[in-house]
């Protein structure tokens, strides 16, 4: 599996970002998808995960703000990310697996793409 990440950049407290997630090597649709991020100086944490049924799980200081989805026909995972905090301030790294609870033990992950948020 090879996952390439994108859509990061600068913006300003309160704006919006969206991230995409190319999935490429095996079947889309019969894996999990995952976002994860790792601020300066932190360690990884979970972000957002969505099943190969469409079932969706946050981190408790996204939900309302972040959504995650998956397009098949696209080999496509995205993570919509609105009302952004200086603190939402990362690399995000998109992540895939046959089953959520693998991301970390098994998963592939992709190159990470920064998102900074400015006050």
């Known amino acids: 599996v090879q996952l390439q990440a994108f859509g990061g950049g600068l913006v300003r407290a309160g704006e919006s970002l969206r991230l995409s997630c190319v999935f490429s090597g095996n079947i889309f649709r019969l894996h999990a998808m995952g976002w994860y991020r790792q601020a300066p100086g932190k360690q990884r944490e979970f972000v957002a995960s969505i099943t190969i049924a469409g079932s969706t799980n946050y981190r408790d200081s996204v939900k309302g703000r972040f959504t995650i989805s998956r397009v098949n026909t696209k080999n496509t995972a995205y993570l919509q990310m609105d009302n952004l905090k200086p603190e939402d301030t990362a690399v995000y790294y998109c992540?895939?697996?046959?089953?959520?609870?693998?991301?970390?033990?098994?998963?592939?992950w992709g190159q990470g793409t920064l998102v900074t948020v400015s006050s």
């Open positions: 992540t895939a697996a046959r089953l959520e609870l693998l991301f970390q033990e098994s998963g592939s």
